[in-house]
Nanobody
Framework: VQLQASGGGLVQPGGSLRLSCVGS????????VGWFRQAPGKEREGVSC????????HYLKSARGRFTLSRDNAKNTVYLQMNSLKPEDTAVYYC????????????????WGQGTLVTVSS
């Protein structure tokens, strides 16, 4: 499956963004879709994941209570809704897929989108 991540941009602290991960060539509903981010000068880290059975997992403690995941099978898209954004959320956000189950182990994700930049700043 080929992935296209979008929805990033510049937002003020406390604002919201919804990131989209659109798949092509295959049905996204059969995949777990993970979201990862890489802040400037830092390693890429796991944020959240939605399994093929729509279970959701937040690997980033700070994402819990602020970020939510959803899936629209008709649009072959998984969304990451990010609320109450903070400057430390500034990063390039990537979506990636693997078969069925979620994990924050990046090496087992087989397909990656190109990333979308989120900048949280006043």
């Amino acid at each position: 499956v080929q992935l296209q991540a979008s929805g990033g941009g510049l937002v003020q602290p406390g604002g919201s963004l919804r990131l989209s991960c659109v798949g092509s060539d295959a049905k996204m509903e059969q995949y777990a879709v993970g979201w990862f981010r890489q802040a400037p000068g830092k390693e890429r880290e796991g944020v959240s994941c939605m399994s093929s059975s729509n279970g959701t997992f937040h690997y980033l403690k700070s994402a819990r209570g602020r970020f939510t995941l959803s899936r629209d099978n008709a649009k072959n898209t998984v969304y990451l809704q990010m609320n109450s954004l903070k400057p430390e959320d500034t990063a390039v956000y990537y979506c990636a897929t693997r078969w069925t189950f979620c994990t924050d182990t990046q090496s087992v994700y087989e397909n990656w989108g190109q990333g979308t930049l989120v900048t949280v700043s006043s």
